[in-house]
């Protein structure tokens, strides 16, 4: 079995003699390591993109609007994904942002994965009927984990989410109740006993 780390170096330099510069190489790098990490197809889909990319130069799209529509080729993953991150701030605000065709979308998700960090909210990653739930950077919910290679994604839609609590309030106020009985007033016996108590300064 490779490691991660075979993973991300043969991902990374493979990239570059792909075409792309030492930068952008290091964070698909970085990408497909996450992906296998996570358990999904990650050099299965970068192997055969490259394939394919020997042949067709796919559309680069530089500025993210609201709704991006291909003008004749399928979008590079890997593009889409660098300029959304670098965008992300901008984005957000936006709430919803779309795409129409863009080449193997499992090399995109990484990126949008990270943005989530970037702006501290979960996104909600829709790739035809594929949903992805990502977290912070820190993991991905998803109905769909291992469907091998998809080389196309016709409608691709990234939702920023609000980030609001996963319990009622009541139940907090019920737990928080409940940790009450932790607390303890403090007496002249805890004070003595406390850190630092019996120290004397000889200064």
Known sequence: MKSLSEIDTVSKRASRAAGF???IAEEVGKNIRMLEMLGMPGIKNLNQYY???????FEKIKLINEENQKVQLEYCPIIS????????RSLENLHEVTFQNVAFPILFLPFINRASEVVGKKILL??????FLLNYNNSI???SLNDGIVTV???VVIKFLNNIDSFEDNEWKELYKLSENTFVEENDSLK???????LTDND
């Open 21 to 23: 510069d030492w930068g």
């Open 51 to 57: 394939k394919i990319k020997r042949k067709k130069n």
């Open 81 to 88: 994904g660098v300029n959304f991150l670098d965008q992300v």
């Open 126 to 131: 829709n790739i035809d009927n594929r949903k």
């Open 141 to 143: 919910y998803s109905n």
């Open 153 to 155: 994604g016709n409608n």
């Open 192 to 198: 003595k006993s406390g850190a630092g108590a019996g």
